[in-house]
């Protein structure tokens, strides 16, 4: 297979081979998705910490966000940085490892070991690329669904996670609510907003709009739109921050200089700051995966899978909620959130509901946020004493 | 002083009891300006319920989720709504309809989301508070509402003959009624209401909708 001097090998390795556990499904296990295709064989990549007991009663799966991956609390084999949660998983941490059986897995249409646009086809040997069936949330939750029965679990403790990782935490009570004990969606709405789609589609047209993008034939013919999909990740960077935290961190001061340049060079931090981003972003993301994914989220609307009726969603259920939001997170704001919760209510939903203050944006959930340790530890402590699951070990 | 403070906890720990007194064992509770959770932590060790609460501070939210209550951030003005007919068994609003903006509509909220509503507020009708208003000629300030007229939250202040008419307006039942006196101990159940609300300094009521 060809491959341009840019590639990260090691990336590709994951898609195909990933250094993560992998279940496969054969053709006759094939997946059926909500476009009407049937994805088989196919396989999905995971991590785990922890130890399931014996009732194989204390599994938290954690639902990863767009640009996530697996590697929860793990380092990441790619570029080597330690897992994206550590703050929340661990031992001693709000998803306990010490006490929980901690599940994640990467999602359809990923790029880090399940099936997606940069797997190869093991018959012809090529990459899907954009013969990738399209993908959605509850396409990603079935296939983590796979797993979990592969893994001999009925239900799962609590099903948690922010942002696209909350859509599917969301899709998950709506789905399998009989597998759901407690579920914890985090910094996210039951459906994509008008501006976040089109923020997506900014994103999109970036990385098609390179013309190393090949229509989306970059891996057989050994390009790579590393421009395009490096502008889309530094405009979606800046909807995952906030404005005062911007002025806080960078203001207006120049980067490495006195006085500007009058050139285009990056003359200011920020400008600095975002093209790192977008550099750091192209050496560890195939840009097909991100086309699937932010098209995942696009399509997500959860309420209209139920004549329009988010309450419907959850009619009945029995699982306990807690909804988190961020004051300063204006790609999720609040007002989603609540929307989450009002429907809980109107469905009798067990439902807690916090609003964090913090000028950190979307991407709190993933910062150091005190007040969200504290309460997703007394909502798991109480959910697990409702489960009936020891205090330890 | 310290017996004075041990005193004020004393009054507030009545009130609650009495609360939690008229609530049946497993019954489904919700608490409607649940304040830190004192009382939804009360009713689930003691009475064993399925508990819920609201309350307006983030503050108070994020206490309550912290030791594990299930509270949501929400308004009693504009949230009940949400709340689907008979969701509960009892719904609490313990010294909140004074500080709501339509206490009558949040009553009819209370009466239709719970097959009982327990509603608690300070009595305005209070023998001091009068004195007051008809000797100092100034808005009262007592122990118990200690706001100056210009920046308190108590918007909608009522006395208990003013919430017994209502009830009879609303067509609710008045199942239980309770007045406290100055020192928080329940009154004789068999003084007439002219007397409960000119000593009572808070009242607790359970009702249910129709007569």
């Not at chain 1, 949330?137 to 001999?152: C, E, N, P, T």
């Not at chain 1, 923020?199 to 034939?217: L, T």
Request: aromatic letters at 10%; a negative charge.
């Amino acid at each position: 297979m060809p491959r341009s001097k840019t590639t990260p090998a090691v990336s590709q390795n994951e898609a195909d081979h990933p250094t993560s556990p992998v279940q496969h499904f054969a053709a006759h296990e094939s997946l059926l998705l909500d476009s009407g295709a049937s994805l088989g064989p196919w396989q999905i990549a995971y991590q785990t910490y922890g130890t399931l007991n014996t009732d194989k009663s204390n599994a938290i799966l954690i639902c990863h966000a767009l640009t996530g991956d697996q590697h929860v609390a793990s380092d990441n084999p790619v570029t080597g940085k330690p897992g994206w949660w550590t703050s929340m998983v661990g031992p001693g941490k709000s998803y306990d490892t010490d006490r929980f059986f901690i599940i994640c897995a990467n999602v359809l249409g990923g790029c880090m070991g399940t099936s997606g646009p940069a797997n190869h086809e093991a018959e012809t040997g090529k990459a899907y690329a954009v013969d990738f069936p399209v993908v959605t949330i509850r396409d990603m939750v079935r296939a983590q669904a796979r797993l979990v029965d592969r893994l001999g679990i009925e239900t799962l403790f609590c099903v948690a996670g922010g942002s696209m990782g909350g859509m599917q935490v969301l899709q998950w009570a709506a789905t399998f609510p009989d597998r759901v004990f407690a579920a914890m969606p985090l910094a996210t709405g039951a459906k994509h907003s008008a501006q976040n789609i089109a923020f997506h589609e900014v994103g999109r047209q970036a990385v098609m709009a390179d013309p190393d993008w090949r229509a989306g034939r970059y891996l057989a013919e050994g390009t790579r739109p590393e421009k395009g999909l490096a502008v889309a990740r530094m405009a979606a960077h800046i909807t995952y921050l906030s404005e005062p935290a911007l002025h806080r961190k960078f203001g207006r001061k120049l980067q490495d200089r006195a006085a500007p340049t009058f050139s285009f060079d990056a003359d200011f931090e920020i400008e600095s700051y975002l093209r790192y981003q977008g550099r750091s972003f192209v050496e560890r993301f195939d840009a097909n995966s991100y086309l699937y994914l932010t098209r995942a989220m696009d399509y997500f609307d959860l309420a209209d899978d139920f004549g329009g009726s988010l309450a419907a969603a959850f009619k009945g259920t029995k699982t306990r909620f807690c909804v988190a939001s961020f004051t300063s997170d204006w790609l999720f704001p609040t007002s989603d959130s609540r929307a989450i919760v009002h429907a809980l209510n109107a469905a009798g939903a067990s439902v807690s509901f916090v609003e964090i203050e913090t000028d950190k944006g979307h991407d709190a959930f993933l910062l150091d946020e005190p007040v969200l340790f504290a309460t997703s530890r007394g909502f798991i402590d109480a959910a697990a004493r409702a489960r009936g699951l020891k205090e330890q070990g | 002083m310290t017996v004075q403070l041990n005193h004020t906890a004393a009054a507030a720990r009545v009130d609650l009891l009495l609360v939690a007194e008229m609530i049946e064992r497993g019954a489904r509770v919700l608490d409607v300006g649940c304040g830190d959770g004192t009382l939804l932590d009360l009713l689930i060790k003691t009475r064993d319920v399925d508990g819920r609460g609201i309350e307006l501070s983030q503050a108070g939210v994020n206490g309550c989720v912290t030791k594990g209550l299930s509270v949501v951030q929400g308004d009693a003005d504009t949230d009940l709504a949400d709340y689907p007919d008979d969701g509960f068994d009892y719904v609490i609003l313990s010294q909140t309809l004074q500080a709501t903006r339509r206490p009558r509509e949040v009553i009819e909220h209370l009466l239709r989301i719970g097959r009982r509503a327990i509603v608690s507020f300070p009595n305005f009708g209070h023998w001091r508070i009068r004195s007051q208003v008809a000797f100092q000629g100034r808005m009262p300030v007592t122990k118990n509402l200690s706001y100056a007229w210009y920046d308190t939250p108590n918007i909608h202040f009522c006395t208990i003959a003013d919430f017994v008419s209502l009830t009879d307006e609303m067509d609710a039942t008045i199942e239980k009624a309770v007045a406290l006196d100055r020192n928080g101990q329940p009154m004789r159940m068999t003084l007439p209401w002219a007397v409960w609300n000119l000593f009572g300094e808070q009242a607790v009521f359970m009702l249910r909708r129709g007569s």
